[in-house]
């Protein structure tokens, strides 16, 4: 035995020890999810667009890590019958995919609709709902038609009309099988990110251009929603929303407290608040903030850009859950005087004039950002609950990021089980968290690291012209998980 395997061992039997046979509800559910440009590939095939990530990456292959890209990725635009078997040996009530908005309508207008890409996403719905397993839909994952980022991308206020073109096409089509839906993934990294060199687009402009399409994508997703309301509620009596990436951050010391409160509501506010709040519109104190700043930097307008009465209705109460992305937790600190600050992985320190840390009793998981503290998911809840009263939470991503591709990854099972862990204690606590979808269900594209680091529950060869997919032992834990609906099968499979 190595001394890595005595570790295992005692955490494990440690586990095994504390283990309570805590069983979930029966209407809580268990799923998988992946996104489109990171899986599919087949990024030519037929008559699909182009997308900014297609673009950005031909053009400027450098960007990414080893210079990699999505052009085949994990190949489920043929494989898909293969990740379905996945998921019916991961044992999933729910798998979340995205479709691909370039390869359902290739110019990213309704004047043409792709049947090709049509059937592709009809057969992965259809080979589900065969395998009793439901598809949780977002419509949007990061990969704009390039044709729209022509003309502005999200900057453009436009795009909330043709978000809504596209959206009807999608309900329309599929609105009779799919019942969950999510309009945007994150829009924290679509324009946050996106607009500070780490997304397409590849944009350098945090100034103004992430804050125009902060305020596009909440109309956006809030036409969206609204035409589910109004135009396919009624007859397919589906739910929508969307997935909010909700790092938790707590004060290092009491001092922080209040820095702490504007930090939450610059990273997650701006794109809860509008609409998760019972007043609608922006945060208020973040608001005061950016505006105050823009003043003292010389612009005749608020950078973060107003909304008008009436937009503030359109968007207030758009939802009918909350979907979270939950990975982690930081503590804030002010920065000292002249410290320097990093605002990777974490945009807009600077702006704050924060510092981000690990909390030297958080393990830390393979990446130095990323620390193993499941109470943070816990208070996350209670904070969502307490701030927006939402009646319902739906995780729609929680992962483990890994450096290397270890099939026995037993940090990501001590990840997974901890973190259901303190779900369960907020089902306890009251709060209504009806479901766990993984991220993901295999290695993948992961953006700008590329193929270098994996959250997979399933490891791709990625050199492999047949991308092989081999269950992780976190796939056999988890398979467990979601029969047993318990998260204390860590003692079983490693040894098996
Ligand atoms: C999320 C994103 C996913 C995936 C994940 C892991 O923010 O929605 O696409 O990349 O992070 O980094």
């Not at 087949?42 to 297609?54: F, I, L, P, R, V």
């Not at 990501?412 to 303190?422: A, G, P, V």
């Not at 399933?458 to 318990?486: C, H, I, L, Q």
Request: aromatic share 16%; with cysteine; hydrophobic share 35%.
């Amino acid at each position: 035995m190595s001394y890595l395997d005595v570790i295992v061992f005692c955490i494990l039997i440690s586990a095994k020890c504390c283990s309570q046979d805590v069983v979930f509800p029966s209407w809580f559910k268990f799923g998988a999810a992946s996104a489109a440009y990171q899986i599919e590939g087949g990024w030519n095939a037929s008559d699909k667009g182009e997308s900014m990530w297609d673009k950005l990456l031909h053009t400027q292959p450098r960007v990414a890590a080893d210079g990699a890209n999505g052009d085949v990725a994990c190949d489920s635009y043929h494989l898909w019958r293969r990740d379905i078997e996945m998921c019916v040996e991961l044992g999933l009530e729910l798998y979340r995919f995205s479709i691909s908005w370039p390869r359902l309508l290739p110019s990213g207008f309704p004047n043409h609709i792709s049947e090709d890409g049509k059937n592709y996403y009809n057969n992965l719905i259809n080979g589900l709902l065969e395998k009793g397993i439901e598809p949780v839909v977002t419509l949007y994952h990061f990969d704009l038609p390039q044709s729209l980022q022509d003309l502005g991308g999200w900057a453009n206020p436009l795009i909330a009309d043709w978000f809504a073109d596209y959206a009807r096409v999608v309900f329309t089509l599929y609105g009779d099988r799919v019942k969950t839906w999510l309009t945007l993934n994150e829009p924290f990294g679509i324009c946050d990110v996106g607009y500070n060199l780490q997304q397409a687009p590849y944009l350098n402009d945090t100034e103004v251009g992430r804050y125009l399409c902060n305020k596009n994508t909440m109309l956006a997703h809030a036409k969206a929603w609204r035409l589910y309301q109004e135009e396919f509620k009624p007859r397919y009596h589906g739910k929508v929303s969307l997935s909010t990436l909700f790092i938790w951050y707590e004060p290092l010391t009491p001092d922080d407290k209040e820095v702490t409160e504007l930090t939450i509501e610059h990273w997650e506010g701006r794109y809860a608040h509008p609409i998760f709040s019972k007043e609608g519109g922006w945060p208020p104190r973040i608001q005061q903030f950016l505006d105050n700043a823009a003043k003292k930097e010389g612009y005749h307008r608020p950078r973060l850009p107003t909304f008008t009465a009436e937009e503030i209705e359109l968007v207030r109460g758009t939802y009918d859950f909350y979907g979270l992305n939950h990975y982690t937790t930081r503590k804030v600190r002010k920065a000292k005087f002249g410290e320097e600050i990093e605002s990777w992985p974490f945009y807009g320190s600077k702006e704050l004039g924060i510092v981000l840390e690990n909390d030297r009793s958080w393990p830390l998981g393979s990446v130095d950002w990323f620390a193993m503290y499941p109470e943070g998911l816990w208070k996350q809840l209670h904070w969502l609950k307490d701030t927006y009263g939402v009646q319902e939470i739906l995780i729609t991503e929680n992962g483990y990021v890994n450096v290397d591709d270890d099939l026995n990854d037993w940090k990501r099972m001590k990840y997974i089980r901890d973190n259901l862990e303190q779900i369960q204690y907020a089902i306890e606590d009251g709060i209504n968290v009806t479901g766990y979808i993984h991220w993901t269900l295999m290695d993948n594209f992961e953006w700008l690291a590329g193929y270098k680091v994996n959250f997979g529950l399933y490891a791709v060869n990625f050199t492999d012209p047949e991308r092989k997919r081999t269950p992780r032992e976190s796939a056999r834990y988890y398979s467990k998980v979601t029969r047993g609906r318990s998260y204390d099968y860590l003692h079983v499979g490693l040894y098996e």
